[in-house]
C-alpha cells in the first residue's frame, strides 16, 4: 500500500477503534523505515484516547527487551502482566532494535503476545523487517500466535518519493 492508503486504513480503523477493541483487532505496520509507521501507530493511540478514553502504552521493543533481561519481571509476573497485558491498547514500536536471538526474550515476547490475543487485548507491532526476519526476532511460537489468533491485520506502507523533493539535476 501506498503511504496514503495505509494513513486513510489507520485512520479508519482510529474512527472504528471502539469496535476494534472489542475484538482484539491487532495490526503489523510494516515498511522501510522513515515510512510512517510510528506516526500511523501514535494516530491510532490518539485516537483511542481521545474517542472512548482508551488506556494504552507505548513501548519500543527495546523496553521490553530490557525489562525482561533485567529478570525483574520473571521474579514479579504480575507486574509484568500489569504493565504489558492491561492497557486497552499496546504499542510495541521498532521491533527490531534489539536483533539477538535471545530466547528468554522470544519467549516472554511469545508469552505477552499469547496474554494480550487470549485476553482479547488489541496490539500493534511495528517493524522495518522482512517477514523472514520478523519471524527471526520474535520466534517461531510468537509467529504461529499472531498468524492462528486471526485478529492480527498486516499493513505494509510502501514510501513513494515525492516529486517535488527530487533533487532538479
Known amino acids: 500500500r501506498s503511504r496514503h492508503e495505509a494513513k486513510k486504513t489507520c485512520r479508519a480503523y482510529g474512527k472504528n477503534i471502539e469496535k476494534k477493541l472489542q475484538t482484539g483487532e491487532s495490526l503489523i505496520l510494516r515498511g522501510r523505515s522513515g515510512g510512517g509507521k510510528s506516526t500511523l ?17 507505548y513501548v519500543t521493543y527495546s523496553d521490553i527487551y530490557l525489562d525482561v533481561a533485567t529478570s525483574f519481571f520473571a521474579e514479579h509476573k504480575e507486574l509484568f502482566e500489569d504493565k504489558y497485558v492491561t492497557p486497552d491498547i499496546l504499542m510495541i514500536d521498532e521491533i527490531e532494535s534489539i536483533y539477538e536471538s535471545n530466547t528468554k526474550v522470544k519467549t516472554h515476547l511469545h508469552l505477552l503476545i499469547n496474554m494480550r490475543i487470549q485476553s ?5 507491532i511495528t517493524t522495518s523487517v522482512s517477514q523472514e526476519d520478523f519471524i527471526d526476532i520474535i520466534g517461531p511460537s510468537a509467529n504461529r500466535q499472531i498468524k492462528n489468533s486471526g485478529v492480527f491485520k498486516d499493513i505494509e506502507i510502501e514510501v513513494q518519493e515525492d516529486s517535488s523533493k527530487k533533487d532538479s539535476g
Open 120 to 124: 482479547g487485548k488489541t496490539t500493534i
Open 41 to 57: 501507530g501514535a494516530l491510532i493511540l490518539k485516537d483511542a484516547i481521545r474517542e472512548i478514553g482508551a488506556e494504552v502504552l
